[in-house]
Antibody, heavy 120, light 107 residues
Protein backbone atom coordinates (compact mmCIF):
# COMPACT_ATOMS: atom_id res chain seq x y z
CA UNK A 1 0.00 0.00 0.00
CA UNK A 2 1.48 3.31 -1.10
CA UNK A 3 1.50 6.01 1.56
CA UNK A 4 2.80 9.56 1.64
CA UNK A 5 3.35 11.55 4.81
CA UNK A 6 4.28 15.22 5.05
CA UNK A 7 6.33 16.65 7.89
CA UNK A 8 7.77 20.02 8.77
CA UNK A 9 7.32 23.12 10.92
CA UNK A 10 3.78 24.33 11.31
CA UNK A 11 4.88 27.91 11.83
CA UNK A 12 7.29 29.89 9.67
CA UNK A 13 8.28 33.50 10.10
CA UNK A 14 7.63 35.99 7.33
CA UNK A 15 10.49 36.25 4.80
CA UNK A 16 11.98 32.94 5.98
CA UNK A 17 12.09 29.62 4.14
CA UNK A 18 9.36 27.00 4.39
CA UNK A 19 10.80 23.47 4.33
CA UNK A 20 8.69 20.32 4.13
CA UNK A 21 9.50 16.65 3.64
CA UNK A 22 7.32 13.94 2.17
CA UNK A 23 8.14 10.43 3.28
CA UNK A 24 7.08 7.77 0.78
CA UNK A 25 6.39 4.14 1.65
CA UNK A 26 5.14 1.22 -0.38
CA UNK A 27 6.88 2.29 -3.60
CA UNK A 28 10.34 3.48 -4.57
CA UNK A 29 10.50 7.10 -5.68
CA UNK A 30 12.83 5.92 -8.44
CA UNK A 31 10.11 3.76 -10.00
CA UNK A 32 9.23 4.52 -13.60
CA UNK A 33 6.17 6.53 -14.46
CA UNK A 34 5.73 8.50 -11.27
CA UNK A 35 6.29 12.16 -10.61
CA UNK A 36 6.57 13.39 -7.05
CA UNK A 37 4.42 16.43 -6.56
CA UNK A 38 3.63 19.24 -4.13
CA UNK A 39 0.23 20.89 -4.09
CA UNK A 40 -1.10 23.44 -1.66
CA UNK A 41 -4.36 24.97 -0.62
CA UNK A 42 -3.88 28.53 0.59
CA UNK A 43 -6.20 29.59 3.35
CA UNK A 44 -9.62 30.42 1.92
CA UNK A 45 -8.70 29.42 -1.61
CA UNK A 46 -8.67 26.41 -3.89
CA UNK A 47 -5.98 23.88 -4.72
CA UNK A 48 -2.79 25.18 -6.30
CA UNK A 49 -0.19 23.06 -8.02
CA UNK A 50 3.30 23.92 -6.73
CA UNK A 51 5.61 21.63 -8.68
CA UNK A 52 6.74 18.12 -9.42
CA UNK A 53 9.90 16.14 -10.01
CA UNK A 54 10.79 12.98 -11.87
CA UNK A 55 13.76 11.04 -10.51
CA UNK A 56 15.77 11.31 -13.72
CA UNK A 57 14.60 14.72 -14.85
CA UNK A 58 14.48 18.35 -13.96
CA UNK A 59 11.70 19.68 -11.78
CA UNK A 60 8.69 21.57 -13.12
CA UNK A 61 7.36 24.47 -11.08
CA UNK A 62 4.29 26.63 -11.13
CA UNK A 63 5.16 29.79 -13.06
CA UNK A 64 3.80 31.89 -10.23
CA UNK A 65 6.14 30.28 -7.69
CA UNK A 66 9.19 29.19 -9.65
CA UNK A 67 11.40 32.05 -8.48
CA UNK A 68 10.94 30.90 -4.85
CA UNK A 69 10.44 27.13 -4.96
CA UNK A 70 12.71 24.10 -5.09
CA UNK A 71 11.81 20.41 -5.04
CA UNK A 72 14.41 17.72 -4.54
CA UNK A 73 14.51 13.95 -4.08
CA UNK A 74 16.45 11.93 -1.52
CA UNK A 75 16.50 8.44 -2.97
CA UNK A 76 18.46 7.03 -0.02
CA UNK A 77 15.59 7.91 2.31
CA UNK A 78 12.80 7.46 -0.25
CA UNK A 79 11.54 10.96 0.37
CA UNK A 80 11.26 14.27 -1.40
CA UNK A 81 11.23 17.81 -0.15
CA UNK A 82 9.87 21.26 -0.79
CA UNK A 83 11.56 24.56 -0.06
CA UNK A 84 9.75 27.84 -0.52
CA UNK A 85 11.74 30.99 0.15
CA UNK A 86 10.73 34.50 1.18
CA UNK A 87 7.35 33.41 2.49
CA UNK A 88 4.51 35.79 3.24
CA UNK A 89 1.09 35.40 4.79
CA UNK A 90 -0.19 34.46 1.33
CA UNK A 91 1.75 31.20 1.66
CA UNK A 92 -0.27 30.16 4.71
CA UNK A 93 -2.34 27.05 4.10
CA UNK A 94 -2.33 23.29 3.78
CA UNK A 95 0.49 21.62 1.87
CA UNK A 96 0.08 18.19 0.29
CA UNK A 97 2.53 15.82 -1.32
CA UNK A 98 1.13 13.50 -3.97
CA UNK A 99 2.13 10.95 -6.56
CA UNK A 100 1.42 11.86 -10.18
CA UNK A 101 0.95 8.80 -12.37
CA UNK A 102 1.96 9.53 -15.94
CA UNK A 103 -0.15 6.72 -17.42
CA UNK A 104 -3.24 8.02 -15.67
CA UNK A 105 -2.41 11.70 -16.01
CA UNK A 106 -3.58 12.20 -12.44
CA UNK A 107 -2.48 12.34 -8.81
CA UNK A 108 -3.65 9.02 -7.43
CA UNK A 109 -2.18 9.03 -3.91
CA UNK A 110 -2.04 12.01 -1.56
CA UNK A 111 -0.55 12.63 1.83
CA UNK A 112 -2.76 13.73 4.68
CA UNK A 113 -1.43 17.26 4.39
CA UNK A 114 0.29 19.60 6.77
CA UNK A 115 -0.79 23.09 7.74
CA UNK A 116 1.75 25.88 7.59
CA UNK A 117 1.14 29.29 9.10
CA UNK A 118 3.32 32.19 8.08
CA UNK A 119 3.48 34.91 10.70
CA UNK A 120 5.84 37.57 11.87
CA UNK B 1 -1.81 31.30 -18.76
CA UNK B 2 -4.48 28.66 -18.98
CA UNK B 3 -7.59 29.19 -16.91
CA UNK B 4 -10.35 26.77 -15.98
CA UNK B 5 -13.61 28.00 -14.56
CA UNK B 6 -15.89 26.11 -12.18
CA UNK B 7 -19.10 27.31 -10.55
CA UNK B 8 -18.37 28.28 -6.92
CA UNK B 9 -21.16 26.12 -5.58
CA UNK B 10 -23.77 23.59 -6.62
CA UNK B 11 -26.70 22.51 -4.47
CA UNK B 12 -28.59 19.27 -4.81
CA UNK B 13 -31.15 17.31 -2.81
CA UNK B 14 -30.24 13.83 -1.57
CA UNK B 15 -30.93 11.22 -4.23
CA UNK B 16 -30.84 13.73 -7.07
CA UNK B 17 -28.15 14.22 -9.72
CA UNK B 18 -25.40 16.77 -9.22
CA UNK B 19 -23.57 18.22 -12.20
CA UNK B 20 -20.30 20.10 -11.80
CA UNK B 21 -18.67 21.72 -14.80
CA UNK B 22 -15.15 22.83 -15.61
CA UNK B 23 -14.66 25.15 -18.58
CA UNK B 24 -11.52 26.07 -20.47
CA UNK B 25 -10.32 26.78 -23.97
CA UNK B 26 -10.24 23.54 -25.99
CA UNK B 27 -10.49 21.59 -22.75
CA UNK B 28 -11.67 18.57 -24.68
CA UNK B 29 -8.18 18.26 -26.16
CA UNK B 30 -6.68 17.70 -22.72
CA UNK B 31 -6.98 14.97 -20.11
CA UNK B 32 -9.03 16.07 -17.10
CA UNK B 33 -8.90 14.55 -13.66
CA UNK B 34 -11.32 15.32 -10.82
CA UNK B 35 -10.65 15.42 -7.08
CA UNK B 36 -12.96 15.40 -4.09
CA UNK B 37 -11.90 17.14 -0.90
CA UNK B 38 -14.05 16.81 2.18
CA UNK B 39 -13.58 19.35 5.00
CA UNK B 40 -10.44 18.65 6.99
CA UNK B 41 -9.30 15.87 4.67
CA UNK B 42 -6.83 15.57 1.84
CA UNK B 43 -8.10 15.35 -1.75
CA UNK B 44 -8.89 12.01 -3.34
CA UNK B 45 -8.95 11.16 -7.04
CA UNK B 46 -12.45 10.35 -8.29
CA UNK B 47 -11.97 10.56 -12.08
CA UNK B 48 -8.89 10.36 -14.31
CA UNK B 49 -8.38 10.56 -18.08
CA UNK B 50 -11.69 12.39 -18.50
CA UNK B 51 -14.00 9.55 -17.51
CA UNK B 52 -12.23 6.68 -15.77
CA UNK B 53 -13.00 5.79 -12.16
CA UNK B 54 -10.24 4.54 -9.84
CA UNK B 55 -11.03 1.39 -7.92
CA UNK B 56 -13.04 2.12 -4.82
CA UNK B 57 -14.86 5.12 -6.28
CA UNK B 58 -18.63 4.49 -6.39
CA UNK B 59 -20.32 4.01 -9.75
CA UNK B 60 -22.52 7.03 -9.12
CA UNK B 61 -19.50 9.16 -10.12
CA UNK B 62 -19.18 9.64 -13.88
CA UNK B 63 -17.65 12.26 -16.14
CA UNK B 64 -17.19 13.49 -19.68
CA UNK B 65 -15.04 15.99 -21.54
CA UNK B 66 -15.78 17.60 -24.90
CA UNK B 67 -15.32 20.95 -26.58
CA UNK B 68 -14.61 23.52 -23.91
CA UNK B 69 -16.33 21.78 -21.00
CA UNK B 70 -15.66 18.84 -18.74
CA UNK B 71 -18.49 17.58 -16.58
CA UNK B 72 -18.54 15.56 -13.36
CA UNK B 73 -21.87 13.92 -12.64
CA UNK B 74 -22.90 12.39 -9.34
CA UNK B 75 -26.05 10.31 -9.62
CA UNK B 76 -28.11 9.56 -6.54
CA UNK B 77 -26.14 12.08 -4.54
CA UNK B 78 -25.59 11.20 -0.90
CA UNK B 79 -24.78 13.35 2.11
CA UNK B 80 -21.28 11.86 2.15
CA UNK B 81 -20.67 13.47 -1.27
CA UNK B 82 -20.78 16.94 0.23
CA UNK B 83 -17.30 18.29 -0.47
CA UNK B 84 -15.22 20.57 -2.67
CA UNK B 85 -14.52 19.27 -6.16
CA UNK B 86 -11.61 20.35 -8.35
CA UNK B 87 -10.72 19.66 -11.96
CA UNK B 88 -7.05 19.45 -13.03
CA UNK B 89 -5.34 19.53 -16.42
CA UNK B 90 -1.88 19.90 -17.83
CA UNK B 91 -1.35 22.81 -20.16
CA UNK B 92 1.82 23.13 -22.22
CA UNK B 93 2.14 26.83 -21.39
CA UNK B 94 1.14 26.85 -17.76
CA UNK B 95 1.96 23.36 -16.52
CA UNK B 96 -0.63 21.90 -14.17
CA UNK B 97 -3.74 23.95 -13.58
CA UNK B 98 -6.57 23.42 -11.13
CA UNK B 99 -10.02 24.82 -11.60
CA UNK B 100 -11.16 27.16 -8.87
CA UNK B 101 -13.20 24.47 -7.18
CA UNK B 102 -16.91 23.85 -6.62
CA UNK B 103 -18.52 23.32 -3.25
CA UNK B 104 -21.23 20.68 -3.48
CA UNK B 105 -23.99 21.23 -0.96
CA UNK B 106 -26.34 18.32 -0.35
CA UNK B 107 -29.42 19.89 1.18
Amino acid sequence: QVQLQESGPGLVKTSQTLSLICNVSGVSITSDGYYWTWIRRPAGKGLEWVGRMYPTGIPNYSPSLESRVAISLDTSKNQFSLKLTSVTAADTGAYYCARWVQLRQACDVWGQGTTVIVSS
Amino acid sequence: SYVMTQPPSVSVSPGQTATITCSGDKLGDKYVSWYQQRPGQSPILVIYQDLRRPSGIPQRFSASNSGNTATLTISGTQAVDEADYFCLVWDSGTAWVFGGGTTLNVL
